[in-house]
């Protein structure tokens, strides 16, 4: 059985490094290091500001307690997972963030591990398409303002 799904990725950067996270839920990337993310739910799609911009400020709130000041969409990438005997389809919109008002907790929604990479260390990241945004992210940081 397939099934269709659209996310928003936060690369939040702050003094050269990344904010990853260790996800600890049973769900599809369960004990992948990964960036952030997000679902963009239905009631996202239904405000008159665009959706993707919805779902990344709220998942910043629900995921960290955080505001976004500025972010900036960097692409979109369509990718499969695997999880048990069915095909993920995923559209994945990669975002930017490099202010916000608050503070990163050591521990993000599910209790997963939240921690910082710097450039050598992006090969801790799972996904090649992490990496490659990390790098850019890291190396270019005013690219995509």
Known sequence: MDDSREGIVMILVDNGKVLAERRTDKGLLSGAIVFPAGTVEESDRKSPENYLHITLKREAKEEFGITLLNFSFIKTIKTTRQQKNKTINL??????????????????????????????????LDFENDREMAAQAITYPNMFL
């Open 91 to 124: 559209t994945l919109n990669y975002f930017l963030v490099k202010k916000w008002k608050g503070s990163i907790p050591k521990k993000g929604e599910n209790n997963s591990e939240l921690f910082w990479l710097d450039l050598n260390s992006l090969d801790k």
